[in-house]
């Protein structure tokens, strides 16, 4: 969602990445409204999602389309159980990776007419690390 700096302004969900092994698709959810494939996808039993702090996300969603998100794992707890008590994302890759990732673009405008390259990488980079850390965390199980 687009940052709000001001406890009694809040925004709409404006954007959804969705990562696999091969690509990231940004969803531009204020452009185009309910969708019932993203609402299937969301709510299938089928195929595993993996999120951070996906609690807020549903709340978000929930206000964008109604649905009942099946199928998710959250990364804090699934990270808690391997000892690792960070809950943000950039901790967390740089604890099991070493590596850090930037978080630059995280309070610019979603709701943007047009998004910046900038803008696109990391929301690419963001749904990738949490696959990435899942699978990580899933090897060492």
């Known amino acids: 969602t687009r940052?709000?700096?001001?406890?009694r302004t809040h925004y709409s969900v404006a954007l959804m990445q969705l990562a696999t092994?091969?690509?990231?698709?940004?969803?531009r959810l204020q452009f185009i409204g309910e969708h019932q494939g993203l609402k299937?996808?969301?709510?299938?039993?089928d195929v595993l999602k993996v999120g951070l702090s996906i609690k807020d996300d549903f709340h978000a969603l929930r206000a964008w389309m109604p649905l009942t998100p099946r199928n998710f794992v959250e990364l804090q707890n699934m990270a808690g159980q391997f000892g690792?008590?960070?809950k943000s994302l950039q901790?967390?890759?740089?604890?099991?990776?070493?590596?850090?990732?930037?978080?630059?673009?995280?309070?610019?405008?979603?709701?943007?007419?047009i998004l910046t390259p900038?803008?696109?990488?990391?929301a690419a980079i963001?749904?990738?690390?949490?696959r990435d850390i899942f699978i990580e965390l899933q090897k060492q199980h």
Do not use: H, T
């Not at 299937?40 to 039993?45: C, G, R, V």
């Not at 900038?118 to 990391?122: A, D, G, I």
């Open 40 to 45: 299937q996808l969301l709510e299938s039993d």
């Open 3 to 7: 940052p709000s700096f001001s406890p």
């Open 91 to 113: 901790k967390m890759y740089a604890i099991i990776f070493g590596k850090k990732i930037s978080k630059a673009q995280r309070l610019s405008n979603w709701e943007a007419p």
């Open 21 to 27: 092994a091969d690509v990231c698709f940004l969803f």
């Open 126 to 130: 963001d749904a990738w690390a949490c």
């Open 118 to 122: 900038q803008q696109k990488k990391y």
């Open 84 to 86: 690792i008590a960070e």
